[in-house]
């Protein structure tokens, strides 16, 4: 079984990854800023690939995961958080929010949908 983990790196997609590798999947991580190296060595010998992305670019997904076939699982774990108040938002900060959150989520389902 394969599972993709996009935003795979952070806090809670952690916790998905390990679940999922404990479950028997082979699984594919979506990160952007965290390190490579750190990664690699969390999951020495375990069946890990790593894509680094970044979801705040309007970015052409065939090219990142074209290699991927037969896909049982896609979860979307990426995101970023807002602390305050809605009030004290911006509009930029609500145009990131955005490209980050739903339009990403919806177009990498897009892009998976027929492997699901």
Request: charged share 20%.
């Amino acid at each position: 079984m394969k599972a993709l983990v996009m935003g795979g790196s952070g806090s809670i997609g952690t916790a998905i990854v390990d679940r999922l590798l404990s479950d028997g999947y082979e699984v594919i991580i979506q990160y952007n800023q965290a390190n490579v190296d750190t990664l690699q060595s969390q999951y020495k010998s375990q069946p890990v690939q790593f894509i680094q992305i970044d979801l705040m670019q309007d970015i052409d997904f065939a090219d990142y995961f074209d290699f991927i076939t037969n896909l049982d699982c896609l979860i979307y774990a990426s995101g970023t958080a807002l602390y305050g108040q809605i009030q004290d938002m911006n509009d930029e900060m609500i145009d990131l929010a955005y490209q980050i959150h739903v339009k990403q989520f919806i177009r990498v389902c897009r892009y998976f949908v027929d492997q699901l």
